[in-house]
């Protein structure tokens, strides 16, 4: 099955900087790769997501490169802010409506003022 | 719209007891998945409902059951409880195609 592995466990930037977390899966069937956001004490929420047909893909501060090939794919946040932290959570999945996500273990960020 | 709503938010039992939590489903989401979250870790994929008929399962045992009824709410009931059972249950919404999960906010259960 599946196996998804994410670095670093946990990441502690200053504010403005940039922060990127990478992560790994096994399966090459895997063709959707989301990453959940989750704050303390709360429910996790997608932030951003790619389909295995693109190899980048931008929202605003928030940017996600996948690399089929290699089999990894990478979480970019930049200018960071202080409510940017949280543990992000990337995950795999076969896009196929049977939706088994396969969560990596989760990166701390602290984002420092 | 009203998001995924989850029952009890917290609970505690003791080894051995039986426990059912609860999920709403987001409006218009015909599809509930779970997932078990540990202290510390990613969630775990327990089962998938759709149209009331379970149509998948991750690496869990038998005593980890669940309903979906035709309202598309759902139940997870875990008998025989374990200590390791111990951790927040998430339930999670969605429209069959779309990919996103809609996560509800859990219920954190403690097996003493």
């Known amino acids: 099955g599946e196996n998804v592995e994410q670095h670093p466990s946990t990441l502690s930037v200053q504010e403005g900087d940039s922060a990127v977390i990478k992560c790994t899966y096994s399966?090459?069937?895997?063709?959707?790769f989301p990453w959940y956001k989750q704050e303390l004490g709360k429910r996790p929420q997608l932030i951003i997501d790619?389909?295995?047909?693109?190899g980048e893909k931008k929202d605003q501060r928030i940017a996600v490169t996948l690399n089929k090939t290699a089999k990894h794919f990478s979480l970019h946040i930049t200018e960071t802010q202080p409510e940017d932290s949280a543990v992000y959570f990337c995950a795999a999945s076969e896009d196929t409506g049977f939706q088994k996500l396969v969560f990596g273990t989760g990166t701390r960020l602290l984002v420092s003022p | 719209e009203t998001g995924v709503t989850q029952s009890p938010t917290h609970l505690i039992k003791t080894r051995g007891q039986q426990v059912t939590l609860r999920c709403s489903s987001q409006s218009g989401h015909n599809t509930v998945s779970w997932y078990q979250q540990a202290l510390g870790q990613g969630p775990q994929f327990i089962f998938q409902?759709?149209?009331?008929?379970?149509?998948g399962r991750g690496n869990f045992p038998p005593r980890f059951s669940g309903l979906q009824f035709p309202n598309y709410s759902s139940e997870l009931n875990v008998n025989a409880l374990e200590l390791d059972d111990s951790a927040l249950y998430l339930c999670a919404s969605s429209f069959p195609g779309t990919g996103e999960l809609f996560f509800g906010e859990g219920s954190r259960l403690t097996v003493l």
């Open positions: 790619i389909r295995s047909n693109v």
């Open positions: 409902y759709y149209r009331e008929e379970e149509n």
């Open positions: 399966d090459s069937a895997s063709n959707y």
